[in-house]
């Protein structure tokens, strides 16, 4: 694990931005597991790996707001999003196993809040219990999983209480970063959980190497408990900005059972300009992978609107308008078809 200067000067030779970070550090705290401590490789200033968790000065680029998706607005309790008519997000704790330089939550992600507290658990099951129009529920954060065992079980059962026709979303990226994690006790108890009412893995993988053995058996512990997978990938430029990565990362999510999900557009979060992808080239990745993937290893490359606009789906569009009662449209490979309007 790295969690101080001395720790990663041990791992890797840093480089000048690096450096400068530690002289100016932004609020998101350094931190990185074992697990991805080792798939760092120390040699190599440009791997995707290190990108995602050793900081760069750049992080200090102050042009946008620290809150671009207005969550604070939506926040109904301290920590219930209600953004979406049926759908809401609990922040259950602050606190990841690794930080991301690209957390889109930095404003909460690492700080102060920790986590979540009984009162606070109790104030969210009780608006969830007067919402009856919210049919799903996001655990997140930070990751739900830092939690002890016993947090968690407070939480389930608390939430469980409320509403019982709940589908409950694990948001996490500790079976990546932290697959031990999922010991025999913790998946006891999400079995427990998991006969009471449907719940469904959200993961985040960025990088096939991600995806080792460790990580794979960890999404193998929830699929075993019928448990569906769904991955959450966020497009970084020097990560997973090429369309061969992408494929690669695409088909080995769908290889080892985890549906490709969302490809995000970075969102303008202070702090994380350098990592970001213009939507430009992200639509032409998003053309180029649409040719090379089945239609089930294929992401939607989404977009989460400034300003709490919400997300919205981007993709090349086909349909180029209408020919007086014929409708014309591209294929895939820039041919033109005929289709009647009505
Ligand atoms: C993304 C998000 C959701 C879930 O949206 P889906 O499109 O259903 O995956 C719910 N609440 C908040 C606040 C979100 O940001
Ligand atoms: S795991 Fe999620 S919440 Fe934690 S730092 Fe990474 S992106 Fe942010």
């Not at 998101?28 to 290190?50: N, W």
């Not at 409320?162 to 079976?175: F, G, N, P």
């Amino acid at each position: 694990m790295i969690a101080d200067r001395c720790a990663l000067e041990r791992k890797l030779q840093l480089t000048e931005n690096e450096r400068k970070w530690f002289d100016d550090p932004s609020s998101l705290p350094l931190l990185i597991s074992a697990q991805m401590e080792k798939l760092i490789m120390p040699d190599d200033p440009d791997d995707p790996i290190r990108r995602q968790f050793v900081p760069d000065v750049r992080e200090n680029i102050r042009i946008r707001s620290v809150d671009p998706l207005a969550e604070e607005e939506h926040s109904v309790t301290g920590r219930l999003i209600h953004r979406y008519e049926h759908r809401a997000a609990l922040l259950t704790t602050d606190r990841c196993f690794s930080y991301c330089r690209h957390c889109f939550r930095r404003r909460f992600t690492g700080l102060e809040s920790g986590p979540i507290s009984t009162k606070e658990i109790r104030k969210a099951a009780s608006y969830l219990k007067e919402h009856r129009e919210i049919h799903e529920l996001l655990l997140t954060g930070g990751d739900m999983f830092t939690l002890s065992d016993e947090h968690l079980d407070q939480l389930f059962d608390a939430i469980r209480d409320a509403r019982e026709d709940l589908v409950l979303r694990l948001c996490t990226r500790a079976v990546a970063s932290c697959p031990s994690r999922f010991d025999d006790k913790l998946m006891k108890l999400i079995e427990k959980y998991n006969h009471k009412g449907p719940l469904l893995l959200l993961t985040q993988f960025n990088h096939p190497r991600e995806l080792t053995e460790e990580s794979i058996a960890a999404v193998g512990k929830f699929l075993a408990l019928s448990i569906p997978a769904f991955n959450q990938s966020v497009l970084l430029k020097g990560v997973n900005d090429s369309v061969d990565t992408l494929e690669e990362l695409c088909n080995k999510l769908l290889y080892n059972r985890i549906k490709p999900y969302y490809l995000f557009q970075c969102d303008l979060v202070e702090g994380t300009e350098h990592l970001r992808v213009s939507v430009e080239k992200g639509l032409e990745l998003e053309k180029e992978l649409r040719k090379r993937v089945s239609g089930l290893a294929m992401p939607q490359y989404t977009i989460d609107l400034p300003e709490g606009g919400g997300k919205v789906i981007l993709t090349t569009d086909y349909l180029d308008g209408r020919e007086g009662d014929m409708l014309v449209f591209s294929t895939p490979d820039g041919q033109k078809r005929r289709y009647p309007a009505d």
